[in-house]
């Protein structure tokens, strides 16, 4: 019905009752031809029809790195330093260095960065957003922005600068992928996300 469009998804490991095939050929120089014929998809048992030939247009599921301070205008972050403090024989600490300058590759060079983000070890590489909020290990996380660091201390209580904040980060030898998030801080009146995937200077302390 064109009128009440409904969006079915049919993929590996998931099927349900859905039975066919779907086929895409590269015909070369940007032509495809895809052939769709299911049956019983869905809660209404749709049979799905489709011949398509031709150059489809481009869908970039990439992320951009970049932040946002509440309404403000995406910044661009172009530079990443990841140090490894393991000077603690509790645990390694993580502090993550973002910068909208192109070629930082040090610490010092980072003393303007745009962006802090501290991260405990037992979080790196899980691939799982931790909260400001939780145990005394979500404690140790934080996201400093223009001279404010911003951590379980000083979110989510009565005297909070911010309603609180998260953080994942994935780091190697080279890259790293790292999301921040600051809720409803009280200084520049609204949220701080960001993202960076890329390339990475790591040093230890």
């Given at each position: 019905?064109?009128?009440?469009?409904?969006?079915?998804?049919?993929?590996?490991?998931?099927?349900?009752?859905?039975?066919?095939?779907?086929?895409?050929?590269?015909?070369?120089?940007?032509?495809?031809?895809?052939?769709?014929?299911?049956?019983?998809?869905?809660?209404?048992?749709?049979?799905?029809?489709?011949?398509?030939?031709?150059?489809?247009?481009?869908?970039?599921?990439?992320?951009?790195?970049?932040?946002?301070?509440?309404?403000?205008?995406p910044i661009d972050l172009k530079s990443c330093v990841v140090e490894l403090d393991n000077s603690n024989e509790e645990r390694s600490m993580y502090t993550i260095y973002l910068s909208q300058k192109e070629g930082i590759t040090t610490v010092e060079g980072m003393a303007d960065a745009d962006i802090v983000v501290t991260y405990p070890d037992d979080f790196i590489n899980d691939d799982q957003t931790h909260g400001f909020s939780g145990t005394d290990v979500n404690a140790l996380i934080s996201v400093k922005y223009n001279g404010e660091t911003y951590s379980q201390s000083n979110t989510g209580n009565a005297a909070a600068i911010a309603l609180g904040g998260n953080a994942r980060a994935t780091v190697n030898a080279n890259n790293a992928n790292v999301d921040f998030t600051i809720f409803g801080s009280t200084k520049f009146g609204g949220n701080l996300k960001g993202h960076y995937e890329g390339n990475a200077t790591r040093v230890t302390k």
């Open positions: 019905d064109p009128n009440n469009p409904k969006l079915v998804s049919l993929y590996n490991g998931y099927t349900g009752k859905g039975t066919g095939y779907v086929s895409v050929n590269d015909l070369g120089d940007g032509l495809y031809s895809i052939i769709v014929d299911v049956e019983g998809i869905g809660d209404d048992d749709y049979d799905v029809q489709v011949v398509y030939r031709g150059t489809p247009a481009e869908y970039d599921l990439s992320v951009p790195s970049n932040y946002t301070v509440a309404d403000g205008d």
